[in-house]
């Protein structure tokens, strides 16, 4: 069949297990104390780089190609976060892969009002990350000629990716104009309305509609796919109400328009209604539909968000906070060579940028949980932080990289994406937070030391006349008492001494 256009969608979260709440932080996001559901129709395939790859099927050894092109892509030291190697010790990532894409038809479905998009369902993962965020991807197909317009690709972009009402006006379903009347996965094994969510909510909730309290709950058919594998789990949102988008899109017109008329940043189509609409991730045919309504605000976000190095071939790449998207023709090149690279490497380095980002979110909110506790508690304070440099300095060394290939092309994208989610800026402003905190605990160690000094120079003081009087009546002869002298006047005398100079201590810092 044809493919017109390939989206993927990434929904990013926070995991934890309730029984973990109040635990450091290392044992918080340890992948190995997740349960898993005996019954899931979810695997684990793991990358085992001594397994031979010559009994494979067709479909097996197209995969397997594509992997070794990856794997060539990107530096060896990046390959833990982005592959679940098996004999890793200590793993950064597990991931799953859904069953039944790989052996039946599944399709991803998004009502629009009366219109109906359908996309075949390639594959489903999710990726559990040691930072405590994970990532759920649905990687669709669109092999239908009559979704293939400019508007069709728009709309399943924006209605596909969204999954929580974004104002008020939206909980009308007749009413909705930038969220599905609903969203249904068809094919899978399990309840059929548990793969489901057409965004109902209530004042209190009731049944399947959730209560207007609800402002982080995912919707209905995410949290029944994480749950399938994790009964335990609880997931939370991270970074927005929207799915993070990756598109590939061949259109012929609009890729000829490219190449004659995006000689530079100020062309026509660059500033065109569809490109920015495509880019940022907005619907509509009317240029009344865009986000933005300045033109001059307009043209500098589209000049940082397009990479232009292939534009004489007709492409163009598009980042931006929430997306990353090209547009080239349905030649053999495009179809099988870029949307491949879309799907592989390119989701590679998007999921990295994005579990970058998560894990910054969620290594802040572990700064402010640990902020927030009382002073009276020190000891847990110091363990909690200690905890949290410990992963932070791993998340750095191991998640965090700046530069993760030598291709000049994913050099230039991968500094654009850390542009456009302000990669840079983010990471140094959590070290500042991390490092305020770290000062804070050591003030607080600090403290607590200078009050045990303080503790023992007054004991010394109390005691040091009482030593020295014993010292002189136990070593020096000649000013001994007589021989017969009873032990109790020599203790008599001593505490006496004791007391005298605890009193004269006491006054004076009573007095300051």
């Avoid at 065109?272 to 986000?291: C, I, T």
């Avoid at 390119?346 to 902020?371: G, N």
């Amino acid at each position: 069949m044809s493919l017109y256009s390939y989206h993927i969608f990434y929904f990013p979260f926070r995991w934890s297990l309730p029984s973990s709440a109040n635990c450091l932080l290392s044992e918080q996001i340890d992948l190995n104390q997740i349960p898993e559901s005996d019954y899931s129709m979810w695997e684990r395939v793991q990358l085992d780089t001594t397994e031979s790859k010559m009994q494979l099927t067709e479909a097996q050894l197209k995969d397997a190609r594509e992997l070794f092109g990856e794997r060539q892509y990107f530096f060896d030291f990046v390959h833990p976060i982005l592959y679940d190697m098996k004999g890793t010790r200590n793993p950064l990532i597990h991931h799953y892969e859904r069953r039944e894409p790989k052996s039946r038809e599944v399709s991803y479905q998004i009502q629009v009002k009366d219109q109906t998009y359908s996309l075949k369902l390639d594959a489903m993962n999710l990726n559990l990350y040691s930072t405590g965020v994970g990532i759920l991807a649905f990687f669709l197909a669109n092999e239908r000629e009559d979704q293939s317009n400019e508007s069709a690709v728009l709309a399943i972009n924006q209605f596909g990716r969204r999954i929580m009402p974004p104002h008020s006006g939206e909980f009308n379903p007749e009413n909705r104009t930038m969220i599905a009347s609903s969203i249904k996965i068809l094919g899978l094994n399990g309840i059929a309305g548990n793969y489901e969510d057409s965004f109902d909510y209530e004042e209190r909730g009731s049944g399947n509609k959730r209560g207007l309290n609800s402002v982080l709950e995912p919707p209905r058919f995410i949290k029944s796919l994480i749950n399938d594998l994790f009964p335990d789990l609880d997931i939370v949102p991270i970074i927005d109400d929207r799915m993070l988008v990756n598109c590939w899109y061949g259109n012929n017109s609009l890729s000829e328009q490219v190449k004659n008329n995006a000689a530079d940043e100020k062309s026509d189509f660059i500033r065109g209604d569809f490109w920015y609409k495509y880019v940022f991730v907005d619907a509509g045919d009317s240029p009344a539909d865009e986000s933005c309504r300045n033109d001059l605000m307009k043209e500098r976000l589209l000049r940082d968000a397009t990479y232009f190095r292939w534009q004489k071939e007709g492409t163009l790449f598009g980042v931006s906070r929430y997306s990353f998207v090209a547009l080239s023709n349905t030649g053999w090149f495009g179809v099988n060579v870029l949307s491949m690279h879309m799907r592989t490497i390119y989701s590679r380095l998007f999921e990295l940028i994005i579990v970058q980002r998560a894990s910054m979110l969620r290594f802040s909110a572990e700064v402010t949980k640990v902020s927030a506790l009382s002073d009276s508690k020190q000891k847990e304070i110091a363990r909690r932080v200690g905890s949290l440099y410990k992963e932070y300095i791993r998340f750095v060394n191991q998640i965090y990289f700046r530069s993760v290939t030598l291709q000049d092309q994913g050099i230039e994208l991968y500094e654009m994406l850390m542009n456009q989610f302000a990669s840079q800026d983010q990471i140094k402003d959590l070290d500042g937070e991390i490092e305020e905190l770290h000062r804070y605990v050591m003030l607080l160690v600090d403290q607590n030391r200078n009050e045990n000094g303080e503790t023992l120079n007054k004991l010394a003081a109390i005691f040091l006349p009482a030593t020295v009087i014993a010292g002189i009546l136990g070593m020096n002869r000649y000013c001994q008492l007589e021989a017969h002298a009873d032990f109790w006047i020599h203790t008599g005398i001593i505490a006496l001494a004791t007391i005298f100079t605890y009193s004269i201590i006491n006054n004076k810092i009573k007095r300051k």
